[in-house]
């Protein structure tokens, strides 16, 4: 008798251990993330527009916006100011936006459908007396985020030590495109993925009026968001039929949002360029339409970044089971 109980503490501690030091690995591999993140951002060309449109909201003129922009990421990012004018097989097109107000304002269109992103920006840029900075870390604060919402997805039945080993070795730290490498960039996909998560965590707990207001930030962050965002919306109107007119209304939307996002005629991007298989990038007269900006995430190259990757583990939380 004495045995069995003595067995039974020393299962329970070990257990209990198991899950402190799982969580506190967890927590630190986060730390440590989030801190070289913050410390050394990926310094991509996206923050040069992201830092204009954020300038744009602050007051300067249209007449200074170029300059002013590219002296913030100068700033933000040194010893990297050549990955925003030169470098690279897009060594021309960056030369020509950085020093051409024209072709530079073209580019302004394809970001500025993100205002979520922006307003983002432009305010965390205010604290930090930086736009160009704040680009990168915003995201890095959006991964914290992710980083919560994947540990508190762990489904019902799983062991958390069992869920917290598989997010460090499969989806977030480990792997040709780790979560991680998202939140050093100036992009929108962290925010949009941590919103994204944010919803089929409320989903899942049935608070679907929040969830579906964090369905529609999502894609207020990135529009394209919208093809895993409408996948899941008429997945809860089929799992949920009396919430469905509520949903399908949602959906609706989110296709309204869409809409508005498409580019206007002669706009340009320096995404679309490079998404292209030839090896001239030129600086107007691409088109993005609200197809081109849908099939990015089912092309094969796309669906292998990070970009994407932020959703695909959301239907894996969801389709687990509800708390």
């Known amino acids: 008798m004495i045995k069995i109980f003595v067995s039974y503490v020393i299962a329970i501690i070990s257990h209990r251990v198991s899950v402190i030091l799982s969580i506190s690995i967890y927590a630190g591999l986060l730390v440590f993330s989030v801190h070289q993140s913050w410390q050394q951002p990926a310094a991509n060309w996206d923050a040069l527009p992201y830092t204009a449109l954020a300038l744009r909201w602050d007051g300067h003129s249209e007449n200074e916006l170029r300059t002013a922009a590219l002296a913030e990421v100068r700033t933000a990012f040194p010893g990297h100011y050549d990955n925003f004018v030169s470098g690279g097989p897009a060594d021309a097109y960056k030369q020509a936006v950085s020093t051409d107000d024209s072709s530079f304002f073209a580019q302004l269109p394809f970001y500025a459908i993100k205002p979520l992103y922006v307003a983002g920006v432009f305010l965390l840029g205010k604290l930090e007396g930086n736009f160009g900075i704040a680009t990168a870390h915003l995201s890095a604060l959006a991964f914290v985020f992710i980083s919560f919402f994947a540990a508190m997805a762990c489904p019902?039945?799983?062991?958390?030590?069992?869920?917290?080993?598989?997010?460090?070795?499969?989806?977030?730290?480990?792997?040709?495109?780790?979560?991680?490498?998202?939140?050093?960039?100036?992009?929108?996909?962290?925010?949009?993925?941590?919103l994204f998560l944010g919803a089929i965590l409320l989903a899942r707990k049935e608070k679907l009026g929040v969830a579906t207001l964090l369905l529609l930030l999502s894609q207020l962050a990135r529009p394209d968001a919208i093809v895993p965002i409408m996948t899941f919306l008429l997945a809860l109107a089929v799992i949920n039929p009396q919430r469905r007119l509520m949903l399908l209304t949602t959906a609706g939307m989110a296709i309204g949002v869409h809409a508005r996002a498409e580019l206007p005629s002669g706009s340009t991007s320096f995404h679309a360029d490079f998404q292209t298989t030839t090896p001239r990038y030129n600086v107007s007269g691409s088109r993005i339409s609200r197809i081109l900006s849908c099939s990015d995430y089912l092309s094969g190259e796309d669906c292998r970044q990070p970009s994407f990757s932020a959703f695909q583990p959301c239907w894996n939380f969801f389709l687990a089971g509800k708390h």
């Open 156 to 194: 019902r039945g799983v062991p958390i030590v069992i869920w917290l080993t598989g997010l460090i070795t499969v989806t977030s730290y480990i792997g040709p495109f780790p979560l991680t490498l998202l939140a050093a960039a100036s992009t929108p996909d962290a925010l949009s993925g941590a």
